[in-house]
Structures are given as structure tokens and as C-alpha cells.
């Protein structure tokens, strides 16, 4: 656990990672308010977003359309190997347009797949919002498609950032006989415990900053006066030279407790994270997330608890005078049954971790959006099925959200295929024991710092 005081950044440097996270700023994942009370929404693809361009010197067949009220993408190559990689999207707000983005996933690992023989195709779902289940079975649906449309494949793989990290964890434990292995990526693996650290990160940073707290926010005043006392009592007021009060040092060691425990990259993270723009302002990435009042979209309930939750602000296990009082006084929400409802493929669906499959799984190590604490989740999940012999994890050392280098992900799915078709299980790292993930060269091993990935990558010794 580091206690040094973080302080300024270079300019330059800042504003190339937040010309990464633009896109990412616009759709964060947040409850809504008042969601259960909200119309069903009229659904719509937005059919000029389908059509796609073919990649310069690689021969392969475009084909889109609508099937089952989902738009969809499919490219062969023209030597297909008889494979086909499902690629799974991330949350795209509550809006009822249903689309596809100009580049759907990395442009680098598309035309690997194309290169190597792999066919791809994607789904926009049917439905925005959080609503992981409905990318699961659209995604499903669209394999099957892919078998009369183009022909049965031999082997189908699914892959996908952020939410869709937690549609191919799901996809690969209920439809094991369809998938032959899977690639979360930055993925929401640990399910609910997404939801509960945004509201570990607004209570407390009331509790701390302002010296009380309450759940939910009132929105106006959360905006108009709080933050920005708040950040005042932190000491991070300006994003390019913090200088951390105790409060600020407190809020900083439990976030990171909070979010995957003493690990690299972590100061780096909090740094970048606090200082990124957002649409409320400067550094109110994180803040953003105390806008809802816990509910989910299209979701009956209260899904957020931190009822029994121990906030710490070290490593020492022993709960401090000071650990007590804010204990004692930060705001307790217990979730709703009807909120946090785990029977299969409705509501949130569990990440179960019982594994049939081979999953080879990568999370960024700064991730202070879907944090680090997913990877640590999914990895004791996996291993209290006795299934940790079909799981890899790979920590990376970045700070963004999904922010991987091109070549970490075709190592990752290379290693994944070549896993699932028989060869020896590839290397991963552990996110079971603090200590390894608290060690000074966690990270290293599979890290790519090719091209401008991972600005702030904490350098390995």
C-alpha cells in the first residue's frame, strides 16, 4: 500500500489518455432513476450503421442485416478455416437506437482474425440498457444464423469488452455446447460487485469529504456544492497537481482496497481517473457514478449493498479507531430481493464461475471503472467450483478501461484457440493471493507496451 502523495502530470501526456476515454466518458454505466418506473422503450437498429467496409489487402465477404430485431455484422475470409469468433459489445446507454460503432472492436485483432482464417460476427443486441442477459441470447442466436447463412462452423469462440466481457463469461457457462471457449476482457465478471463499488465510491467519498453521507444523492446538490467540496478536502481540486490531504489519502487506500487491493499501476490510476474529463466536469468521472439512486435499468429494485461491508483504510486487518467511526457513521443501503434476483439468465446473471470451457480472461490493472476487483472475484469464484483449471487470467499494466494493446489481444485469443483445440494450458497470472498481486513486477509477464498503449503504465522493474 503506497502512501506517498500523488502529484502532477504532465499535460501532454494526460490529454493523449483522455483522447482514449472520450467514448468512454459518454456511456458510463450508472442505475437510473426511477427506472422501474420508466416506459418500455421502442427498440429500433439504426440500419445505416450495418454496413462495413472490407480492410485493405484482406480478402473476406461483408454481409449485415436484422435478424430477430438485432442488427448484425458477419465477414468471412475467403479462406476460411471453419471457425467463428462471436464478438460481444460493451453498454451502450438507454437509448432506444440499436447500433454498431464505424470500428466494433480493435481494427488490429479483426483483420488477425481475418488473416488467420477466423470469421467474426457481431450483434447489436436487441435491446440497449444493462441487459446482459439480452446480449447472451442475441449473441447465441446470431451463431446459429451464421450456420444457414454461411455454413456450420467447426468451433465458435466469444469474446468482448465491459459488458461484453459479462455476456461471454455468462455465454460460456449456459451454453457450453455451443461455445468452445471464451474471452472476457475488462469484463464485469464479478457482476453485482459493479454496481455496489459505485456506491462505495460515493458514500464514502461523503463520508470523508464532507463528513456525512446518505443514499441516494440529492442530484443538484451532489453537482452544485458537494463535489467540489469534496475534492477541495481531498486535495485534488486541480487535475495537474494534487496534493493530497489525509482525507484524500484515506478515500485513495479504501478505493483501491475497494477495487482489487494493494497492487501496481494503482497510484497512476488514481491520478488519471480523478482528473479525466466527464460531462459534469474536470475529475467527475468517478463522482458521476452517485447520480442514480441504485436502481438498474428495466430491473425491479434496489441492486445495490454495502450492509455489511468493512471499509478500511490500510492493509492492517485490525479495524481502526478511525476505520470504526467512519463505519459507524458512512450510509448503509441493503438491496432489494426483487433488485438483486441471481436465477439464470434474468435480471443481472451471475458470473457462476462453473467452467466447461476454457476461459482466458485480461483486466487492467488502473481499470477504476470496471475495476481490478472483477478479476479477483472471477478468479475465487471459478476456484470454489473447482474449476480453475479451465480459467487464465491476465493481469495488465494500464489504467484505462479496456485500454489493451493490439498485441496482447491476439496473443490472448491465439492462446485461448490454441488452448481450446488441445494444446497445453497457457500461462496466466494469480489474482487469488494479495501478496503476488501486491508484488512490484505483477503485471509484467503479458504487458505489451507496443504503439501508444498503457501511457501510464507503471514501468516494470
Not at 105 to 119: D, N, T, V
Not at 189 to 200: I, P, R, S
Request: charged residues 20%.
Amino acid at each position: 500500500m503506497k502512501k506517498n502523495v500523488t502529484r502532477g502530470l504532465g499535460l501532454r501526456r494526460l490529454v493523449v489518455a483522455v483522447t482514449a476515454l472520450m467514448t468512454l466518458a459518454a456511456v458510463v454505466v450508472g442505475p437510473s432513476p426511477s427506472a422501474s418506473a420508466a416506459p418500455k422503450p421502442d427498440w429500433f437498429v439504426d440500419e445505416s450503421t450495418l454496413p462495413f467496409a472490407p480492410l485493405d489487402g484482406v480478402d473476406a465477404e461483408q454481409m449485415w442485416g436484422v435478424h430477430n430485431g438485432a442488427g448484425y455484422r458477419i465477414e468471412v475470409p475467403a479462406d476460411w478455416n471453419g471457425d467463428l469468433i462471436m464478438w460481444t459489445h460493451g453498454f451502450r446507454g438507454e437509448g432506444e437506437r440499436l447500433f454498431f460503432n464505424e470500428n466494433e472492436f480493435p481494427p488490429e485483432l479483426r483483420q488477425w482474425m481475418l488473416e488467420e482464417g477466423y470469421a467474426w460476427a457481431a450483434s447489436t443486441y436487441s435491446k440497449n440498457s444493462y441487459n446482459v442477459a439480452q446480449g447472451v441470447k442475441d449473441t447465441h442466436a446470431l451463431s446459429r444464423f451464421f450456420n444457414g447463412k454461411v455454413g456450420k462452423s467447426d468451433s465458435v469462440y466469444v469474446a468482448g469488452y465491459s459488458m461484453g466481457g459479462h455476456i461471454a463469461a455468462v455465454s460460456a457457462e449456459n451454453y457450453g455446447n455451443t461455445y468452445s471457449g471464451a474471452m472476457p476482457l475488462c469484463g464485469v465478471t464479478g457482476d453485482y460487485a459493479e454496481f455496489d463499488f459505485f456506491l462505495d465510491a460515493t458514500v464514502s467519498a461523503q463520508q470523508l469529504g464532507l463528513g456525512t453521507s446518505q443514499f441516494p444523492v440529492d442530484v443538484a446538490q451532489w453537482y452544485g456544492s458537494d463535489i467540489p467540496a469534496i475534492k477541495d478536502a481531498f486535495g485534488i481540486s486541480n487535475p495537474f497537481a494534487f496534493n493530497l490531504t489525509e482525507a484524500g489519502e484515506q478515500y485513495k487506500q479504501l478505493l483501491e482496497l475497494r477495487t482489487g487491493g494493494d497492487r501496481p499501476n494503482y497510484d497512476e490510476a488514481f491520478l488519471f481517473w480523478f482528473s479525466i474529463p466527464s460531462g459534469t466536469g474536470n475529475g467527475n468521472f468517478i463522482f458521476d457514478f452517485g447520480a442514480g439512486d441504485g436502481t438498474i435499468a428495466l430491473r425491479p429494485g434496489v441492486a445495490v449493498d454495502n450492509s455489511e461491508t468493512v471499509y478500511q483504510f490500510d492493509l492492517d486487518p485490525a479495524v481502526s479507531d478511525a476505520e470504526a467511526a467512519f463505519n459507524a457513521d458512512v450510509a448503509r443501503v441493503s438491496a432489494d430481493p426483487q433488485g438483486r434476483n441471481r436465477a439464470g439468465l434474468s435480471n443481472v446473471p451471475p458470473v457462476t464461475g462453473d467452467l466447461n470451457v476454457p476461459v482466458l480472461a485480461m483486466h487492467n490493472l488502473g481499470d477504476l471503472f470496471v475495476p481490478y476487483h472483477h478479476a479477483v472475484i472471477y478468479g475465487d469464484t471459478v476456484a470454489e467450483q473447482g474449476k480453475s483449471d479451465m480459467l487464465v487470467q491476465r493481469a495488465i499494466r494500464g489504467v484505462s478501461h479496456c485500454g489493451f494493446t493490439p498485441q496482447e489481444l491476439i496473443e490472448g485469443m491465439s492462446d485461448l484457440i490454441a488452448w481450446a483445440e488441445g494444446g497445453p494450458k497457457p500461462a496466466g497470472d494469480s489474482t487469488t493471493d494479495p501478496a503476488v498481486v501486491a508484488s512490484d513486477d505483477y503485471g509484467c509477464t503479458f504487458t505489451r507496451y507496443d504503439g501508444a498503449g498503457h501511457t501510464f503504465a507503471t514501468p516494470c522493474p
